[in-house]
T-cell receptor, first 114, second 114 residues
Framework: AQSVSQHNHHVILSEAASLELGCNYS??????LFWYVQYPGQHLQLLLK??????LVKGIKGFEAEFIKSKFSFNLRKPSVQWSDTAEYFC????????????FGTGTRLTIIP | EAQVTQNPRYLITVTGKKLTVTCSQN?????MSWYRQDPGLGLRQIYY???????DKGDVPEGYKVSRKEKRNFPLILESPSPNQTSLYFC?????????????FGDGTRLSIL
């Protein structure tokens, strides 16, 4: 069975600081990897995704993530955060065939201090 | 505009009173899924459907039913709601058929069962 670990439960940063949120997964086969963001009171929005190819993927709002297969990791990064990045961030994986069930991590709450 | 629409957005009800949460998508997606979101647990899949009349259990199906009579609709039914079903529910859809497309999420339905 798939599982996803997000070790940072709550991260507090000042504006302009650099961000890295950790995500590790366990699964024996090929996976698709995602980062979703949930702003307060809103639905999940896709930040970026990895299906295959270049392991460094760029998403919306200046976010990027790197897939390191040997470490089963897909960490999210942003060089300079803004107050508007305050939200909850979820890493998720699914298998490319059959049930496309997304297995989510427990989420990381990010608070940016102006 | 491509969207997944859930109704109601909020509902407070009592134990044992049957309720239905509707989900509709306008993207002609084959795959649809229901998740519940609980603090500290992330999102967990309840049921999914890979096409009309094809549904199956996810990770936490107990106490729920679904149907998929039309491609666009995927209602979630709680026949006899209980307080442990108080949660935030999300419907999601994707093209399916292993086309490696991310899932689109609805705005969520917050259910409180008293």
């Amino acid at each position: 069975a798939q599982s996803v670990s997000q070790h940072n439960h709550h991260v507090i940063l000042s504006e302009a600081a650099s961000l890295e949120l950790g995500c590790n997964y366990s699964y024996g086969g090929t996976v698709n990897l995602f980062w979703y963001v949930q702003y307060p009171g809103q639905h999940l929005q896709l930040l970026l995704k990895y299906f295959s190819g270049d392991p460094l993927v760029k998403g919306i709002k200046g976010f990027e993530a790197e897939f390191i297969k040997s470490k089963f990791s897909f960490n999210l990064r942003k060089p300079s955060v803004q107050w508007s990045d305050t939200a909850e961030y979820f890493c998720a994986v699914n298998a490319p065939f059959g049930n496309e069930k997304l297995t989510f991590g427990t989420g990381t709450r990010l608070t940016i201090i102006p | 505009e491509a969207q997944v629409t859930q109704n109601p957005r909020y509902l407070i009800t009592v134990t044992g009173k049957k309720l239905t949460v509707t989900c509709s998508q306008n993207m002609n997606h084959e795959y649809m899924s229901w998740y519940r979101q609980d603090p500290g647990l992330g999102l967990r899949q309840i049921y999914y459907s890979m096409n009309v009349e094809v549904t199956d259990k996810g990770d936490v199906p107990e106490g729920y039913k679904v149907s998929r009579k039309e491609k666009r609709n995927f209602p979630l039914i709680l026949e006899s709601p209980s307080p442990n079903q108080t949660s935030l529910y999300f419907c999601a859809s994707s093209p399916g058929d292993s086309r490696n497309q991310p899932q689109h999420f609805g705005d969520g339905t917050r259910l409180s069962i008293l």
